[in-house]
């Protein structure tokens, strides 16, 4: 089974810009990964940003967008408020003998 | 508008199973995939599995393959989620979310495993 790895943590200054990275241990992230990236606050259920790596739903700011990234899927935020400070999950597809997804173990995004 | 609702809270002891349900309403039932993801105190999320209430095709993570039961009940529009064999480590929050985007979650179901 594939290992999807995050940042631990990062640090952005309000205003700035902050990419977050998922990478898989089976190889690079295509498209064909379908890469999503959630947004989790402390006591909120996971909020949906990305879906099939860059689509946006009608709730994620303009500020975010996803991408793919040296072989990783990416999540950029620009111009980063104080209220993106939250965990940040990327969830990817994959195939072996059967298809599954796997989440990486997230990112703490602090804005500071 | 959409939503899914899932059940309360429930508090097991190890050995035992637990049943979450998640009801569904807004839209068509059988148009979306229904995913399983848990979240123990403090931890990440977890892909549990997926159920196609279309077909009552089922596919899970391999660490929960004997003892997950994804089913769907069509006349009520319902999805649920049995995990048997409880552990300690079973304690976490249940969520359902709706596939294709995955816009719509439920609000979760904390399940505690305790003796």
């Known amino acids: 089974q594939a290992v999807v790895t995050q940042e631990p943590s990062l640090t952005v200054s309000p205003g700035g810009t902050v990419t977050l990275t998922c990478g898989s241990s089976?190889?690079?992230?295509?498209?064909?990964?379908?890469p999503y990236w959630f947004q989790q606050k402390p006591g909120q259920a996971p909020r949906t940003l990305i879906y099939?790596?860059?689509n946006k739903h009608s709730w994620t700011p303009a500020r975010f967008s996803g991408s793919l990234l040296g072989g990783k899927a990416a999540l950029t935020l620009s111009g980063a408020q104080p209220e993106d400070e939250a965990e940040y999950y990327c969830?990817?597809?994959?195939?072996?003998?059967?298809?599954?997804?796997?989440f990486g173990g997230g990112t703490k995004l602090t804005v500071l | 508008q959409v939503q899914l609702v899932q059940s309360g809270a429930e508090v097991k002891k190890p050995g035992a199973s637990v049943k979450v349900s998640c009801k569904a309403s807004?839209?068509?039932?059988?148009?979306?995939?229904m995913h399983w993801v848990r979240q123990a105190p403090g931890q990440g999320l977890e892909w549990m599995g997926w159920?196609?209430?279309?077909?009552?095709?089922?596919n899970c993570a391999h660490k929960f393959q004997g003892r997950v039961t994804m089913t769907w009940d069509m006349s009520i529009s319902t999805a649920y989620m049995e995990l048997t064999r409880l552990r300690s480590d079973d304690t976490a929050v249940y969520y359902c979310?709706?596939?294709?985007?995955?816009?719509?979650w439920g609000q979760g179901t904390l399940v505690t495993v305790s003796s």
């Open positions: 969830f990817i597809y994959s195939y072996s003998v059967a298809s599954y997804w796997v």
């Open positions: 159920i196609n209430p279309n077909s009552g095709g089922t």
């Open positions: 807004g839209y068509t039932f059988t148009g979306y995939y």
């Open positions: 979310a709706r596939d294709k985007g995955w816009d719509y």
């Open positions: 089976t190889g690079a992230v295509t498209s064909g990964h379908y």
């Open positions: 099939d790596t860059s």
